[in-house]
């Protein structure tokens, strides 16, 4: 079977700002796809242009096996949430649905499938201005499912909702995407998602940095050992005999110490400790959650100004070397 999106070379500017760089990637069928990265990193264009809204400046892709050069081969099999859903708020969600069904030429059977699929079914009768956000995402998803789309493209549906109303959309995409659907979603925060993703894509700046699995990322994940003096005055000197003895130490708080080194080696680094006359006060083997690898990934912040943005050079952390296939 062709992958649901297979991009080769991919590339958009606006201006002098690389919104997706030379991206050339493939997403498998079904299952729940994360596309993550920091806030401009190029998640909405790239969406943008899978559904034919925004043209490359430079690169192919296909959609469902279609060349996005042709996107009413496959508008009928997509559906997507690309800004936040527009309403007619004194209309039902059911009235709303209904039109929009009509408008797109769908069979209006369909609106009942799709309230029960997002969990308005009993809801659907009351005016959409009376709807919490998480209600008007649902809404939006139903519309989306309206053409019963092998694909399913949702940019930010997280965003702005609390968290509550994060956990009902959560269960609504995994419902979604054990259905046999491929459902793309994306957002800045991997913490929202990470939990319903069978695959994950990450970028930064608009270059790819990962593309696979959950599993396989997690397997990436590193393990320290945090070590904490009895007295802070000590650390720095124990950061020394730990160095010495070959461990690669870092301080991520004043007074705690961080040891690459999975978690065998914490008995050996007390040892060094006490041989150095310094007493513990704590020491903790931990692995490196999925949330650390993609800050490690991606630099760490929370996003680009536009100023920095043009101008940052790309280097991909080590951690991500190899990862974009
Ligand atoms: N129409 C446009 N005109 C000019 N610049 C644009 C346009 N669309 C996007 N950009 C720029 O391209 C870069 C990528 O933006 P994009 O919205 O695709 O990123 P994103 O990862 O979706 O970000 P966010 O998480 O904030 O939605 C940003 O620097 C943005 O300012």
Redesign the pocket.
């Known amino acids: 079977m062709t992958a649901a999106v297979a991009t080769a070379s991919l590339r958009r500017t ?1 201006g002098s ?1 690389v ?1 997706v760089d030379d991206l050339t990637t493939s997403l498998p069928r079904g299952g729940v796809i994360g596309l993550v ?1 920091p ?7 790239l969406i943008r242009m899978l559904l034919g809204l925004v043209r490359p400046s430079a690169g192919t892709a296909e959609v469902l096996g279609e060349p996005i050069t042709d996107p009413r081969a496959y508008a009928g099999q997509v559906g997507a949430l690309v800004e936040g859903p527009a309403f007619v708020p004194g209309l039902s969600a059911r009235a709303n649905l209904v039109s929009l069904a009509r408008l797109r030429r769908l069979p209006v059977s369909r609106v009942d499938e799709v309230l029960g699929a997002v969990g308005l079914t009993g809801r659907d009768r009351e005016p959409v201005r009376r709807f919490s956000l998480g209600m008007k995402q649902r809404l939006g998803i139903a519309a989306a499912l309206l053409p019963d789309p092998a694909l399913l493209v949702l940019d ?1 549906p997280t965003n702005g909702l609390d968290p509550a109303g994060i956990v009902e959309i959560r269960a609504l995409l995994q419902d979604l995407g054990r259905s046999g659907r491929t459902v793309v979603v994306s957002s ?1 925060l991997l913490s929202e998602i990470e939990s319903i993703c069978t695959h994950l894509v990450v970028v930064r700046f608009g270059v790819l940095l990962y593309n696979g699995t959950v599993a396989d990322l997690l397997a990436r994940a590193g393990t320290h050992v945090d070590v904490a003096p009895e007295h802070a005055a000590d650390t720095e000197r124990l950061g020394r005999v730990l160095a010495d003895a070959g461990w690669h130490v870092t301080t991520p708080a004043p007074g705690r110490l961080r040891v690459a080194a999975d978690g065998d080696a914490a008995a050996a680094v007390n040892r060094a400790a006490a041989g150095a006359g310094i007493t513990l006060r704590a020491l903790t083997a931990t692995r490196d959650t999925l949330e650390s690898v993609f800050l490690q990934m991606t630099g760490g912040d929370g ?1 680009e100004p ?1 100023a920095g ?1 043009a101008a940052a050079a790309r280097p991909v952390p080590a951690a991500a070397e190899g990862g974009a296939r």
């Open positions: 606006f700002v919104a990265g806030n401009g990193s190029g998640k909405s264009t930010e800045h996003g536009a943005r």
